[in-house]
Structures are given as structure tokens and as C-alpha cells.
């Protein structure tokens, strides 16, 4: 076993020897003649030359060795529902659904939009896409109409696939009409929009426009589409996420590069083996549930657990019963569903022979101790953490054991992965700092390694000014998050230097949510910061300024507004951007420029020191909150 540090040194030092000696992890219509070209930085190529598929590679490349071995397990225990496709199986139901996009338009390039509760229709439509060289960009389906419509509109898909509705907690959640009113709210108009029917809640079809599954499902049923081969730079998704302005960026993903970093971290990081099963309880309109759910396992000939429902319906034991049945060896999830399950009977972990699972990986938001140590001794087994984002596509800091194994440290999701070249810098003046237990910006020297972003979809701008030109004199990737590093290279995250919060696993950008609560007619102004909270790990809080105060008489007169303003955000972003608490107040803390003070304001709700006010206008504003809080 060679040992790691030499493992990640030679990967940075002897970038493209390394890299290549990954790419033959998978299979090449014809292989790369460069490794990286980097010749124009911050833009990394790489595996240029080569040209591949990743649902060749996902698929079809296992039918010779295990074509009736288990591929996606759809379990729903929201309709009760179970079904396991072979690889076999798979590959026919993504054939049809590749015949059925390209039966309403969609040609290699185009974008198809993904609008999904977690079925497996939803996976057949991202592995097709990939199939044809499509381009999926997958929409949470928890998202409201307003959000769904500015994604549509920086994606302008030619066909959008959806369903009739999810459901959650046993509650269905139509979809349907959301769409429909996203689709009227962008200007772009997608040709055709391919229907899912669950039938769970009624749906309009409008004429001319959209078609269902059912129908096209039964046209294309034998369809026999070859993967189309594309160069590994071809972008295979691009998927929204939140940053310090409103608008959502379209983080573009390559091919080639993606399917190689993601086929290494299947064996050196989650030591999956093929014919095993994964199950990842992510959510597909989550990158982990890109590279976790679908693309890794398969990449790995492993079987997936595509899993709709709560980690506590029929009952907190349901993951545990699914991991016993399924013989589950890898398991992925964050720590705020681990929080909810530790407010159930401990007694559910016990209840199921589990002796299959070997690691349970951890992700998304900090891992706090308790949580760890519940998890880790109820279970018996090995928890990993690790630290990632939707713009890398894999972990940046873990332990690879598949490497060289290795102690995990509480608190630290652990090491710079290969490829990644972390260094943690003062932030404004960007001097690197080399000394242990210093607080920086963690930042990644160019190129990122393969599967990382290689854009910002339709703003290559947008991506060098947002991530490379944001520390003083340097070109360098910038995570926007603060950590320190141990003199074992261990690193530790403590939170965002920008405006995303991280409620319950969830990356939302508190602008995006004052942007919205601010469209309310009555509302002049606001402030929305992420409070810790016990088991969301943060929650939003909003402080907003009315404008016509005649009607705040009393409680329930207030009550009444902020259940207005909820509303509000709910239609517009969806339940998850839903502040806690929505406060009124007369002004908000600003410095004299007339930059609003969000770290100020997050400091008291949070009962800390606010630091340095020198610069704030009118200190009675904070103090207003305080009394408040
Ligand atoms: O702040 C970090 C936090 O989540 C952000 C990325 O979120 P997202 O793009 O949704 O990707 C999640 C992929 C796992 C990061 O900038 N974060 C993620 N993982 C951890 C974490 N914070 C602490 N510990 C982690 N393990």
C-alpha cells in the first residue's frame, strides 16, 4: 500500500503521470493525448484529445461481466414502492428514455432540464442525457416556481423532464403546476416537456408541448440508441448553486474528467467494491446525489439505493432495515439526518444486522462531536467525514483509505485529497500561511484537479471573478470557506466567508432569500443571516423594515405578516429557504458606506460578540435586534 502523503505529493508534483495512470480507470473510444492543458489559466482541460461516455461508462461497460446483477435499487417509502433494475434492466429503460429526448429534439449539446422527485425515471433521464451528450442540469425538486424559473432561464432547456408530484412524509407535493408557472415566468420556452405521470396528483397537459412517459415509453420500448462519443471536455451537466449575488451560478461539469476522478474516489476514498451495494441518501437534485447516488457506484459496477422518504417513516430503523436487506457495504449521508435519527429510540440501530456496512460517510455540513460519537458507537462502525462543494464534484479533504489507512480526527473531515493543492491564506493581504492552527481562507492552487467545475455556464467571467480573483494578487481558487490546518495536515472547516448558509444540509445564499422576502408590497428592506441552531445546524433569520406600520398593532397583527412573508418565500424559493423567524424592525445595521452588517447581526442572534462596529451608522440598530433576540 503506498503511503498517502507520497500518493497526493506525486499527484501534484507529477500532475499529468498521475492523472493518466487514474484515466485508465475507465474505458476511452479514444484515449487523451494531453493530460491537462493548462495553458490558459484559471481553465483546466483536461484529458483533452480523448473522447468517452459516461453512461458508456456507467453502464454499458458492465453488461459483459454483470448484466443481471442488481444496478439501481428505486425504493419510495412514500408509495411504498420496490423495485431493482439489473444492469441489464437499466440499460434498456435509458435507452428509451434517450429515444424519447431524442424523439422531442434534444441533440448533443442541448440542456435538459431535470425537475424530479427521487424516482428512478429521474436517474434514467440524467444517465440518458449523458447517453446522448445532453447536457442534464437537475432542479431540486424542493424548489418553488420562482427559482425553477431563473434556472430555466440561464439553462434554456430543450425539453424539460418532470413528474406529477413528490411527496414527503406521506403529504404529496404537486410539481405540475410549479412548472407551468415557472415555465411562464422565463422568457425561454423549452419545446417540449416529457411528463412522468405517478399519479399522485391530477396534471394539465398543455397541448402540443407536453407528452408523457407512459406514451413514449411505449413507442420507444425496445429502443436501441448508441452512446454518443464526446470529447472529455464535453460539458455532461451544469447544476445551480448559491453564492454571494442572487443569482444562481450553473456550475459546468466535464466528461472526462469527471468520470475519472469519480471512478479513483469510488476505490481510494469509499473503498466500494463492484457487485457491492451504495447507498447514498442524498437527494439527485444535490451534487452528492450526482456523483453518489448515480454516477460513482455505477462508474464502479456497484448497485445504488435511489431512496425517496424520510430517514424516520415507517420508522427511525428504515435506513438500517435497507442496509440489512440490500446488504449495503458503503453508506453516505450528512449529519443533520443523523441528528434527526438520534432524537429516535437508539434501540433502531441495534435492530438490524448491519455486519455488511463498513463506512459510514458523512458530509455536506460541519460534523459535530456528539452527533459523531452517537452515530460511530450505536452503529459500531466507522464514520468518515469529509468536505467538499457542489463546484468540486468530490471530496477536497478526507481520508483516503483505500490509500493508506488512516485515523480520523473529531472535528476535521481530514487531508487534502490528491489533486487538490489547498492552502490556507490571510484574506486580505494573501500570504499563505504555513504555520499550524492558523485561521485562513482555504483556497486551491490551479489547475483544480479532474472533475472539478470547469466554469461558470454561459460566464467564464463570472467564474474568474467570483472563485480566482477574489484574494489580492493572486490567482488562486477560493473555497469561501475559513479554516485552520494541524501540524498533521488535518484540516478544520469553520464556515463561510460570504453569504451562503447551510440550513440542514441545504447550501442557500441569504441574498437570494432577502431578494425575495423584499418583492413583498410591505416590505422596504431586509437582512437574512443562518443562526446555528441544534439540529439543522443553521437556520435563516430575517429582520425586515415595513412600510406602512398602521397595520402592526399588536401580536397577532405581526404574526399575521410574517406568516405573509413566509408564504411568500415558500412560492418563490421553495420551504427550505423559509426563514425560522421573520422580525420587524424600524432600521437595520448598517456601516456609513450603507453595507449592511449581516455578520452583525448573525453575531447577536447568536448571543456572541459582534466585534468591531467603528464603522456602523446608527448603533441603536443592532440594539434593536438584540432586544429582540
Ligand atoms: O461550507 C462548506 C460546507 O458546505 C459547502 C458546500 O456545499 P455544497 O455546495 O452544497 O456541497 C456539498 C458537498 C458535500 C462548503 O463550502 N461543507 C461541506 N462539507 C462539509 C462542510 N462543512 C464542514 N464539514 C464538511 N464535511
Known sequence: MPNYQEFHRRSIEDRDGFWAEQARRIEWQTPPQRICNYDQPPFARW??????NLCHNAIDRHLKDRADQPALIAVSTETDSERTYSYAQLHSQVQCMAAALLDLGVRKGDRVLVYMPMIAEASFAMLACARIGAIHSVVFGGFASVSLASRIEDASPTVIVSADAGSRGGKVVPYKHLLDEAIALSSHKPQAVLMV???????????????????LQQKHQNAVVPCEWVDATHPS???????????????????????????????????????????????????????????GP?????????????????????????VEKYQVTVMFSAPTAIRVLKKQDPALLTRYDLSSLRTLFLAGEPLDEPTATWISQGLGKAIIDNYWQTESGWPILTIANGVEKAASKFGSPGVAMYGYDAKLLDESTGQELLGADQKGVLTIEGPLPPGCMQTVWKDDARFVKTYWESIPGKLVYNTFDWATRDKDGYY????????????????????????????????????????????????????AIVKDTSGLVDDASRFALEGEVMKLVDQS?????????????????????????????????EGRDPGDLTTMEDPSALQQIKDMV
Open 298 to 322: 455505477l462508474l464502479a459496477g456497484m448497485a445504488t439505493i435511489l431512496y425517496e422518504g424520510l430517514p424516520i417513516r415507517p420508522d427511525g430503523g428504515i435506513w438500517w432495515s435497507l
Open 492 to 543: 478544520f472547516i469553520l464556515g463561510r466567508t460570504d453569504d451562503v448558509i447551510n440550513v440542514a444540509g441545504h447550501r442557500l445564499g441569504t441574498r437570494e432569500i432577502e431578494e425575495c422576502i423584499a418583492g413583498h408590497p410591505n416590505i422596504s428592506e431586509v437582512a437574512v443571516v443562518g443562526v446555528a441552531d441544534n439540529l439543522k445546524g443553521q437556520v435563516a433569520m430575517a429582520f
Open 237 to 295: 451537466y451544469t447544476l445551480y448553486t448559491s453564492g454571494t449575488t442572487g443569482k444562481p451560478k450553473g456550475v459546468q461539469r466535464d466528461t472526462g474528467g469527471y468520470a475519472v476522478a469519480l471512478a479513483a474516489s469510488m476505490e481510494t476514498i469509499f473503498c466500494g467494491k463492484p457487485g457491492e451495494t451504495y447507498f447514498c441518501t442524498s437527494d439527485i437534485g444535490w451534487v452528492v446525489g450526482h456523483s453518489y447516488i448515480i454516477y
Open 197 to 215: 405521470d405517478r399519479q399522485l396528483a391530477p396534471m394539465a397537459l398543455t397541448a402540443g408541448r407536453d407528452h408523457t412517459w407512459a406514451s
Open 573 to 605: 424559493i421553495g420551504a427550505i429557504g423559509r426563514p425560522a423567524r421573520v422580525r420587524f424592525v424600524t432600521l437595520l445595521p448598517k456601516t456609513r458606506s450603507g453595507k449592511l452588517l449581516r455578520r452583525a447581526i448573525q453575531a447577536v442572534c
Open 47 to 52: 484529458f483533452e484529445g480523448g473522447t468517452t
